[in-house]
């Protein structure tokens, strides 16, 4: 007997374009959530979904539990990661750690120091809570660089590339408890009446370049960063870009190196070509600027960047 396959092609194909527009739908449909709420993390399953142009997870949302859909958004990443993913600094200032000359072994003992909360180069570990949770916004020191550092996590790097050296699931808990606690702590429903040391549009920049982006990969496999934590932090990481594209400090390249960083990395985030847009048109802008004021303005990031290392050097 045979079979006309012509037909059932064709029908075929009909549904996986209706399936694939469903994404697009979906997404376009819920921008009105997204610009009342203002975060991911107040959508559902399936308008967060939507967020990603990716035909294999579009073709698989619906209005129920979304487990094919997010199964095929995870193994996505799972071959994203692997395929040049954003490598962290070789410098990671806030630890005046110099990850370029450093041995392994020097590398995976000052990760080790991260486990007993020696978080950057000052030494002074953070107060933490009842439930053993790092108090995100409790300045011990009175010192805003500090608790600036504190949020900006640049040791998850650190953990992130101990992790990969050894396989010991030990770094990749520490980062995957702290994650889930910081979003659970740090997820204002109204960023402008937020911690300015958490929400300071700079902060975010650097957060997202320096240890947020690279430790998503660096921990991919770990089991301690499982289906919860990966969508949570993608939901995060889409909120901190949004939060860069809508900030008002046009003029700083750090904030534009943030926003580019997830613009590129995230290419698969339907608004990751506004944020690479904003960020380009932005430095556009900046280069046009009064050449000394350029200057000054290049020197002053350049201070703020390097003003912990300093220190620790002339110590």
Known sequence: MTINTGVSGSTKEVRNKAHNNLGAFLFSASSFLRKKYGSARDLNDAEFLSLFDIPEVNARIDNGFNIKATAALLNHFKERVEDGWLHPPEQLIDLAFDVRNASDAELIARAELVLDYDLEFSGIPPEINEVGEIDWQRNILQNREWLFRINRHGWWTLLGLAYQRTGDERFAKAFALQLSAWINNNFPLDTSQADPHVWASEQVALR???????????????????????????????????????????????????????????????????????????????LRGNEHQRLDNLLEASDRLHASSLVEATA
């Open 208 to 286: 997202l370049r320096v240890s947020w982006i690279p430790a998503f990969g660096m921990f991919y496999h770990s089991p301690y960063f499982n289906t919860t934590r990966k969508l949570e932090m993608l939901r995060s990481i889409f909120d901190q870009a949004r939060f860069l594209k809508q900030s008002t400090a046009q003029n700083d390249l750090l904030l534009n190196g943030g926003l580019v960083s997830a613009g590129v990395t995230f290419p698969e985030m339907r608004e990751a070509g506004k944020w690479r847009k904003t960020a380009v048109q932005r430095c556009k802008e900046y």
